[in-house]
């Protein structure tokens, strides 16, 4: 009785009655087809919702029909729904709470519809939401909040559509902690807010599909592209030729540009995405008393740098906030210490910030300060100390090889140890590699050349470092200049 008065016509409390009444039976409309879990009313000539699914329906297949709109808990009795099918229908927009307690929903096709403007109220709520699907509609907008609460999504597709501009600022570090996708290729996107961009999660890069817009050629969309391309991402690698962008917005002119990049030759593309910190490291050993300087040449340069020094016996220091005789820190970044103590070993951390780009590299200095013989031996063991070291150093000189000499030089005139490295030597990503050096990874994050070298002119112990690992090298390569675009300048 109840089946049939709640086919085609506005079932309005009679339904309600009904379903009070048969509690959980299962009722399956006439045109779809029903599984244990699954209903399927594809191909049905649909114009609105069948009245009563099985509230038991995990699946549910509504795609090629008619369907124009969905009102207000169109999916309220199917608690358990998880997978919904609407491709191929007619909608043009959904209605508020379209999805109220439907929460359980992990994969909502919504593809080849009439959607114009993603409004933020469409998916709400559903914070087990998994994939995404609205590639061929004709979305011009996406409303703001519309990924707010949608903790759970993996993929999101908008491509194939109008979409002129999207709130990529809502995709924020933790928002979106499973995010791998987001393709929005195929649409008509001329310029995108880059530094938005740039701020998204790493995955969400990775996994950020721009290919077949309508961009517009100009460095800063070339930078991050290249940064892009640096890392090797699928995103770019499967579509190179469908990234194309036109000189001037003229759509004649259009250029393959990761192909073809002679139109960027100018672009400074070095800095504009930041990294993992670069950490550079070397080693110093000072006799107590000399005087130490620690340059902090990092991968940034340029006048808006500010230095820190972190040091295991005074802890940070800064330019201000310096208040010690003993510890000078130069505009440049060198620290100086003008009398090292043996308390002053250990590890000293510059970091480096670049105040304009909001990048930062550190640079660490292993410091050891031993003490000098000549000081070290002067109380009363002194002299049995040094008939014993007499005593052996001769029956060294009688027994053993002759010294080679090399050791017995006068003592090293008072220097200052300098931690240095040669920045041209890792000035470009296409520079030539300058020598067979054997870079040391210390972890996989650091990469440290320890490699003390006597300086032949001024004397001075230098840690050089040669080519830093692949994947920083980047971070130097733009020195270039260019007519296009705000984000170059000279460093
Ligand atoms: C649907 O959700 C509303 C509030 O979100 C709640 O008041 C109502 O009881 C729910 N209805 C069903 C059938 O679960
Ligand atoms: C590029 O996008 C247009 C619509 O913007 C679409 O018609 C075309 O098929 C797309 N091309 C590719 C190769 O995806
Ligand atoms: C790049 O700069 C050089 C020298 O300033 C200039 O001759 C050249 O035309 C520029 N290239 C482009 C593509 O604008
Ligand atoms: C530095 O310390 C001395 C005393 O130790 C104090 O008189 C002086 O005001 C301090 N200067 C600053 C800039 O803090
Ligand atoms: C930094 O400045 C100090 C003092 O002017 C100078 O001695 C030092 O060599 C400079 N360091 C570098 C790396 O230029
Ligand atoms: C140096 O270190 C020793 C032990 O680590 C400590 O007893 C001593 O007080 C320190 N001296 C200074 C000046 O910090
Ligand atoms: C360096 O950059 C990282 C991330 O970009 C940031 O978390 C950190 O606070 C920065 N450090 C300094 C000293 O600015
Ligand atoms: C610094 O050097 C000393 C001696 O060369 C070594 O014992 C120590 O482990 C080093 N520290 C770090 C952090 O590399």
Known sequence: MCRKMTFGIYPGPFLVFC???????????????????????????????????????????????HLSWLGPGSFNGMPRLENLRMAHNQLSALGHAVFQNASSLRHIDLSSNRLRVVEQHYFQGLWRLEELLLFNNKITHVEGGTLNGLSSLKKAYFSLNQITEFPFFSIQDHSHPFLTMLDLSSNRMTTLPWEDVKALPGLVQKGLFLHNNSLICECSMYSVFWHWQMRDYDSLKDFMDEHTCTIYGEPRASIRFLRHNRFF???????????????????VVVSEGEKVRLD???SLSGADLSFTWLSPSKGYITQTGINDTLIRLFPNGTLEISAAKVNDSGLYVCTAVDIKQMLNATREVNVTVVLPLAESFNTGYTTLLGCVVTMVLILIYLYLTPCRCSCCKQPRPQVIPIAAYDPSSFSSIFSPSTGPRDPLKISNKHVAFIEPVIDEQNGCLKADMDQPALQWEWENSGQIKTPYSGISSET
Do not use: R, W
């Not at 672009?267 to 930041?274: F, I, L, P």
């Not at 990294?275 to 550079?280: G, I, N, R, S």
């Open 19 to 65: 379903l009070l009444l048969h509690g959980s039976e299962e009722i399956c409309p006439s045109m779809c087809l029903c599984t244990s879990d699954m209903v399927s009313c594809s191909s049905s000539a649909l114009t609105k919702l069948p009245q009563s699914l099985p509230s038991s329906s995990v699946s549910l297949d509504l795609s090629y029909n």
């Open 265 to 283: 030759q100018n672009c400074t593309v070095g800095k504009a995405v930041s990294l993992p910190v670069t950490v550079f490291l070397s080693t």
């Open 296 to 298: 902090c040449q990092t």
